[in-house]
Antibody, heavy 117, light 107 residues
Framework: QVQLVQSGAEVKKPGASVKVSCKAS????????IHWVRQAPGQRPEWMGW????????KFSQKFQGRLTITSDTSASTAYMELRSLRSEDTAVYYC??????????WGQGTLVTVSS | DMQMTQSPSTLSASVGDRVTITCRAS??????LAWFQQKPGKAPKLLIY???TLESGVPSRFSGSGSGTEFTLSISSLQPDDFATYFC?????????FGPGTKVDIK
């Protein structure tokens, strides 16, 4: 069925990097952009950026400029989000979501990233 | 960035009640507003888009209205499955931004 399956939970130390994967199945990967959204405990979702899986173009929230990389591997139908120089405030559930006509209709199950010394 | 606010932050209600949640944008977003439902440990689920269009498969007891800067989500007769947190989200401008959420709990 149509779904996005993300990689498992991560625990990282401050200053480290994390890379989360998002594997798509059940549809043509390159037909839809993938967005990344994170949600800290008890907080609102926060949009991070997106990638056009058709051509690899990306756009990021200014808040994450310089620390965030979003890539995709069309042969594996997988998108990746890498966040560097982690700090405790980056502890959150990270979601990938498929965009359809500007709407985030299909979401992955989420990946908990914990940043702790 | 476009700022989104919601009220109330928490709403206590009973099964069968009609509930209304308000969302406000810091600038006009026309009708480029979506509503999501989120349950603990789960991803947000799209309920309504373009302020008032019901997503396929969403029960008709959910409805949305508004345009410009003020929007509402209504549930006509609250069901046990509806106890959750609701977020509005604008998609007129980048970055996409979400409201702080309204938790609907059992009175």
């Amino acid at each position: 069925q149509v779904q996005l399956v993300q990689s498992g939970a991560e625990v990282k130390k401050p200053g480290a990097s994390v890379k989360v994967s998002c594997k798509a199945s059940g549809y043509t990967f390159t037909s839809y952009a993938i967005h990344w959204v994170r949600q800290a405990p008890g907080q609102r979702p926060e949009w991070m950026g997106w990638i056009s899986t058709a051509n690899g173009n990306t756009k990021f929230s200014q808040k994450f400029q310089g620390r965030l990389t979003i890539t995709s591997d069309t042969s594996a139908s997988t998108a990746y989000m890498e966040l560097r120089s982690l700090r405790s405030e980056d502890t959150a559930v990270y979601y990938c979501a498929r965009e359809t006509s500007l709407l985030l209709r299909l979401w992955g199950q989420g990946t908990l990233v914990t940043v702790s010394s | 960035d476009m700022q989104m606010t919601q009220s109330p932050s928490t709403l206590s209600a009973s099964v069968g009640d009609r509930v209304t949640i308000t969302c406000r944008a810091s600038q006009s977003i026309s009708s480029w507003l979506a509503w999501f439902q989120q349950k603990p440990g789960k991803a947000p689920k799209l309920l309504i888009y373009k302020a008032s269009t019901l997503e396929s498969g969403v029960p008709s007891r959910f409805s949305g209205s508004g345009s410009g800067t003020e929007f509402t989500l209504s549930i006509s007769s609250l069901q046990p499955d509806d106890f959750a947190t609701y977020f509005c989200q604008q998609y007129k401008d980048s970055p996409l931004t979400f409201g702080p959420g309204t938790k609907v709990d059992i009175k």
